[in-house]
């Protein structure tokens, strides 16, 4: 078993979720230098999609300020955990329960759509990013960040890792403009694209 996965298996297992709340996972990949690569003039609505426990929804909600943020996940027990041990402290954080690549929230609606660790679980990838781009307004951004596919320690399994330059064409496929992929985080790679 390595952080949460089953071998056998590319989803996370919502009975490990705790590991989703590790303070390292903000150093490993820090709110600041990816916002630094946006490039949002003002954060009005945000979408997390995979959202987990909304580890992620939160630190990037209390760093921006975003009148709201839509924590999505096709789990029943991730949203249930954010009912109960996060919107009551951040009632502009809402929980959506989510298929795979169907979020069912209003097109156009969102300034940024974000997916931290998502990637490497998802059945049609080239899915989620065309609903991304769907969920976003003209002037909007995307951003994923997943494992880098090489042996370490930290994440799941190697051989269901993503490259970036297959995200990258997902997003080309989806629509998205001025791409940009980044690789200065030690454990992870970074792929920004504009609506």
Request: aromatic fraction near 10%; hydrophobic fraction near 40%.
């Amino acid at each position: 078993m390595i952080y949460g996965f089953n071998m056998n298996e590319k989803k996370f297992d919502p009975k490990k979720l705790a590991k989703l709340n590790n303070p390292q996972r903000l150093v490993d990949i820090p709110p600041d230098y990816i916002w630094t690569k946006l490039h949002i003039k003002k954060p009005d609505t945000f979408i997390e999609i995979g959202a987990g426990t909304a580890f992620f929804s939160v630190a990037f909600f209390e760093k921006f300020k975003p009148s709201a943020l839509y924590a999505c996940d096709v789990s029943e027990v991730m949203v249930n955990y954010i009912k109960e041990h996060v919107s009551l402290k951040f009632p502009d954080i809402i929980p959506v329960k989510t298929e795979e690549s169907a979020v069912p929230l209003d097109s156009g609606i969102a300034d940024l759509v974000f997916m931290i660790n998502l990637h490497h679980e998802l059945d049609t990838p080239s899915a989620s990013v065309k609903e991304a781009y769907r969920l976003l307004k003209p002037d909007g951004q995307v951003f994923i960040v997943d494992w880098k596919k090489k042996d370490m320690l930290q994440g799941p399994p190697t051989h269901i890792r993503c490259l970036p330059e297959e995200v990258k064409q997902q997003m080309t496929d989806a629509g998205f403009k001025n791409i940009t992929i980044h690789h200065e985080l030690e454990k992870h790679f970074l792929v920004i694209g504009n609506h």
